[in-house]
């Protein structure tokens, strides 16, 4: 089992910025990537970014590339995305995932741990 802990979102400011992080617990050995994703009501979950575990190579979807930065820290166990230019079109909630069986991809099927969700609100 791994258990993930998201926390950092919050209310900001179109153009500004937030550090999201994602700590990982338990059988953290076993996971083989991790990634970002997030939620607006009546939308399915959409991937924003993915981290292989392995050989630290990293992916992002086309809405976030240039704004947003997936990164970790091995000795805290924990997982970053720094958000910056947030436009309110980037309001979600935002989900942490890992992978005990996968390698680093955009698809929400190659997830099998899953945080609570934070949520992060951008105004106009």
């Known amino acids: 089992q791994v258990q993930l802990v998201e926390s950092g979102g919050g209310l900001v400011q179109a153009g500004g910025s937030l550090r999201l992080s994602c700590a990982a617990s338990?059988?953290?050995?076993?996971?083989?990537?991790m990634a970002w994703f997030r939620q607006t009501p009546g939308k399915e979950r959409e991937s924003v970014a993915c981290m292989s575990l392995t050989d630290g190579s990293t992916n992002y979807a086309n809405h976030v590339k240039g704004r947003f930065t997936i990164s970790r820290d091995n000795a805290k166990n924990t997982v970053y995305l720094q958000m910056n230019s947030l436009t309110p079109e980037d309001t979600a909630v935002y989900y942490c995932?890992?992978?005990?069986?996968?390698?680093?991809?955009?698809?929400?099927?190659?997830?099998?741990?899953w945080g609570q969700g934070t949520q992060v609100t951008v105004s106009s």
């Open positions: 995932a890992a992978s005990t069986f996968s390698r680093a991809t955009m698809w929400r099927e190659s997830y099998n741990y």
């Open positions: 338990g059988r953290t050995f076993s996971a083989t990537a």
